[in-house]
């Protein structure tokens, strides 16, 4: 781990987007007053609002690292090319389980209110006034980033319930209000305690440990993504869903589950104790360590195409201990060997193809010299030239006893045939 690795995360505001920087990197374009207007009375619908209120600002969060920044949308750009606009993807489209890389988070601002006096009102804000909402929503973003769920060797992301809290209290902290003045409110910012009905998948698990399944301590990262993408048609999906539906339980309706990966890697971390989860197939084809056992277990005068269930679990345990005295622990070894003696055995279904279509096209081809070779021995002995069969049969390659009888049939044919007229 690089010092880079373990320096702290902290919300921070990008540079280009504070007051020291002049605010360089943010190049608001808000549409002139005479763009923003609402008519209720148009007659068609794209009449009724002014181009201009296509126009929106938002606030975007690094989960990761802690950035935040702002900017704004083209106004004069149609509104279904929204997405293409943004660094990143709002929240509601992002699910509760793991985020895309790069995982940039999109807060869209309201700048519109509504009251039975002045209408429709829409109100822009300078990049002062986003610096300072930046500044407010810092609190919420260190809890984001201080309490999401980093996976595997390449820190991904994935939603925990504490985290998906923190990204409620900004979008809290970032919609704000305008009084019958047109002064604007900002909500203060807050810290909401996450709720009972978002449970960790890490804590189900805790206390119902009679539903873990053991093959998680030995599991390839692939496996345990796979066992956790579990999406029923109805019902709970992830890992409590999966678990429950294989041992014929039900879950209490109302709860939304967060670190379904996480909670396997973490159940598969402890599993492992001190030593570290490696993947089998990595070990063993690419270092000299894994390399040499795998040379050194090889069956004897067969290859894993010949092997029974009962050797490829005498050579997981053979890996596996030789991994422990290394201080690992091989993920995805079963797997891995399996793939290996279905791969070997295909290559062995390729050859019997092979040959079987190898045959049947000698086959094919011994008919047909077959038959051309009865025709001539059939010609050579109409011809009765007085030589033996013998003599015939040594030509045609055939037994002598062979040519006799056929002698004797067409001799039969000639007999029965009757004369002409």
């Known amino acids: 781990m690089t010092a880079a690795d373990s320096a702290p995360r902290t919300a921070h505001i990008l540079t280009g987007y504070r007051p020291e920087d002049a605010y360089i990197a943010a190049e608001l374009d808000p549409p002139p007053a005479e763009y923003v207007w609402h008519d209720e009375h148009a007659e068609q ?90 500044q407010r929503v810092l609190p919420a973003v260190q809890r984001l980033v201080d309490s999401i769920h980093r996976i595997g060797p390449n820190d991904e992301l994935e939603w925990s319930a504490e985290a998906a809290t923190a990204w409620d209290d900004i979008e809290h902290t970032t919609t704000p209000t305008l009084d019958p003045g047109g002064t604007l409110h900002w909500p203060s910012p807050r810290t909401t ?51 429950c539906n294989t041992a014929d339980r039900h879950i209490e309706d109302g709860f939304t589950f967060y670190g379904h990966r996480a909670a396997l890697y973490a159940y598969r971390a402890q599993a492992s104790g001190d030593r570290t989860p490696t993947d089998a197939r990595t070990w063993l084809e690419t270092t000299d360590a894994g390399k040499g056992t795998w040379e050194a277990a090889k069956p004897p005068g067969a290859t894993l195409a010949d ?7 005498d050579l997981a345990d053979r890996f596996q201990n030789t991994a422990r005295e290394h201080g690992l622990v091989l993920t995805g070894l079963t797997t891995y060997l399996r793939d290996l003696r279905a791969e070997e055995r295909a290559g062995v279904d390729q050859q019997l193809r092979f040959e079987g279509e190898e045959v049947e096209r000698l086959e094919n081809l011994l008919k047909d010299f077959r038959a051309g070779r009865n025709r001539t021995v059939t010609r050579i002995l109409a011809w009765s030239d007085g030589r033996s069969d013998a003599e015939i049969a040594r030509l045609a390659r055939m037994p002598d006893e062979h040519v006799s009888q056929w002698r004797a049939r067409l001799s039969d044919d000639q007999t029965t045939t009757p004369p002409g007229p």
């Open 193 to 243: 305690p996450t709720p009972a009905w978002r449970v960790e998948v890490g804590a189900f698990l805790a206390v119902n440990p009679e539903l873990c399944d053991p093959s998680w301590a030995v599991a390839a990262d692939t496996e345990l993504d796979a066992y956790a993408d579990y999406h029923p048609a109805t019902g709970y999906g992830g890992v409590p869903g999966r678990i």
């Open 45 to 134: 619908q794209e009449q009724r609002y002014g181009p201009g209120t296509r126009y929106r600002q938002w606030l975007a969060v690094d989960p990761n690292d802690g950035a935040v920044w702002f900017g704004d949308t083209n106004w004069r750009t149609p509104t279904d090319n929204l997405s293409g606009q943004l660094p990143g993807l709002p929240r509601r489209t992002l699910g509760d389980g793991t985020l895309p890389a790069p995982a940039t988070m999109v807060q869209l601002l309201s700048h519109l209110t509504h009251d039975q006096q002045q209408g429709c009102t829409w109100r822009f804000f300078t990049a002062e006034e986003l610096h300072t909402l930046a």
């Open 307 to 313: 092997v029974a269930d009962f050797v490829l679990t």
